[in-house]
């Protein structure tokens, strides 16, 4: 039996992930890390650049609401029983307020100011949307900045797919996606990445991340650039519910293989600014993203 995975333990799954290792009678050690590939020379350097966007007054006056009913909830859901509705319930309002990060205004207009800053003529980008909507605004936002040379890749798109993609990896530009070219896809001419798309499931970040790592003539290192959105948050909420731990958690696994590792003292003075424990980090959070089959085709 032989399993081979960047990500072999399933995000919220404790279950599947044990049948999994029982499977394959363990991970055979020593394991061979992103680290190893790099230094290896299987896969390309990278630099991780951190943006942080705010949320607008109305979306963190809904967020507040949420959180309140959030810790309610928690509070209820720790003396009961494993098939009471308080679970259901907490499991609904996590994923309700995660979907007001996911769909921050501001992360269009950081869109736009990044590749304003960095993209150019000839490069590769693959920026990460959330859902069709926000893909749409960010797909109209870049279209009046850079022109026809955004695309749009996705399930749902009336072109031709791999057309599409045989045009990107020609002449460049910039594709703007959802979940369609996180695995399953090979283009190793990319160069960059914008990650737009809130996520805290390791197998979808490890996998966008993975996208410019790919070795390629002429691309000697790859960029990575990441949106987080850090709401002002009450000092009260349990860490096993904090969004933006698990938006700093993801964080720092980007930035410990980076070439610029100094982005992670960043991230080390935002959770201290959120009073949040490293050591609990790597637990945080119990809501899982409610869409996963939206955009699951390759």
Known sequence: RLGLSATPERAGDPNGTQAILT???????PPFTLADAIAAGALTPYAYHIHRVCLTSDEQERWNAATHKIRRLFAQSLSARRDDPVHERLQRELIRRARIVKKAEEKTTAAARVLRQNYR????WIVYCDDQEQL???????????????????????????RTLALFEQAGGIVVSIRC????????????????????NPREYVQRRGRVLRKHRGKSVAQVHDVLVTPTIDPEEPTNTSIVGGEIVRAIEFGRSA???????DLERIAIEYGLDFDELRDVGVEDDDDQSTESEA
Do not use: W
Not at 136 to 160: I, K
């Open 23 to 29: 499977y394959f009678e363990g991970i055979v050690q």
């Open 121 to 124: 003529q000839g490069s590769r």
């Open 136 to 162: 749409t605004d960010v797909l109209n936002e870049l279209r009046t900045e850079f022109g026809s040379g955004v695309l749009e890749y996705h399930s749902a798109m009336t072109g031709d797919r791999e």
């Open 181 to 200: 070219l996180d695995e399953g896809v090979d283009i190793p001419a990319v160069d960059s990445a914008l990650i737009l798309a809130s996520s805290k």
């Open 259 to 265: 070439l610029n590792p100094s982005c992670v003292s």
